[in-house]
């Protein structure tokens, strides 16, 4: 079975440029959430999907970042413009059944 | 606002010993409890999920959970240097439709040869 796959794995942008990552989740999986990661802290959830419908985006900071989730498959995150702040590991889960989630390799963003 | 705590660590045990994490969670009605293992500049990988109090053993991994308490553990028996990693537990409260798990920030584990 094939595992999360997402795209790009390194992004170094400058700020106030704009950045997108994909995802690709486990297939079958109706479950799918981004979560960000800053270096030593716990994965912090920016917005979850259940099929194509956002069922949470209450950290996900609506100015400048945006999510969408087209045919309830495939996601793309996007962050417009980026600031110094969003540098981080962006990390994409599925779940099939709300209990395990796997992650994907992540994407490891650096603004500067 | 809910909340799950760890020790950040480091915690150091020899090869062969038992290593012990624990994890505290403010919200008392939460009923699912996990601990994910991330090794260095890897993503996180579920290690076990616990929902019932007391203790579920998988291989040289036991979780406890006292909601009494509100803590949940993981023991790490025969502890190798692979398992060197942090150690992040999870926890999903009660209240809400979402689901969505609320983190710690981890607890790093070093093993030594």
């Known amino acids: 079975e094939a595992g999360v796959a997402q795209s790009p794995r390194y992004k170094i942008i400058e700020k106030r440029q704009s950045v997108a990552f994909w995802c690709n989740p486990i297939s079958g999986h109706a479950t799918l959430y981004w979560y960000q990661q800053i270096l030593g802290q716990g994965p912090k959830l920016l917005i979850q999907f259940q099929n194509n419908g956002v069922v949470d985006d209450s950290q996900l900071p609506k100015d400048r970042f945006s999510a969408e989730r087209l045919k309830g498959v495939d996601s793309t995150l996007k962050i417009q413009p980026a600031k110094l702040e969003d540098s981080a590991v962006y990390l994409c889960a599925s779940s099939p059944n709300y209990n395990e989630q796997f992650f994907g390799p992540g994407t490891r963003l650096t603004v500067l | 606002q809910k909340e799950v705590e760890q020790n950040s660590g480091p915690l150091s045990v020899p090869e062969g010993a038992i290593a012990s994490l624990n994890c505290t969670y403010s919200?008392?009605?939460?009923?699912?409890f996990f601990w994910y293992r991330q090794y260095s500049g890897k993503s996180p990988e579920l290690i076990m999920f616990i929902y019932s109090n007391g203790d579920k053993e998988d291989g040289r991994f036991t979780a406890q959970l006292n909601k009494a308490s509100q803590y949940v553990s993981l023991l790490i028996r025969d502890s190798q240097p692979s398992d060197s990693a942090t150690y992040l537990c999870?926890?999903?409260?009660?209240?809400?439709?979402?689901?969505?798990?609320?983190w710690g920030l981890g607890t790093s584990l070093a093993v030594n040869p």
């Open positions: 919200d008392r009605g939460s009923q699912s």
């Open positions: 999870a926890v999903r409260p009660n209240a809400g439709n979402n689901r969505k798990l609320i």
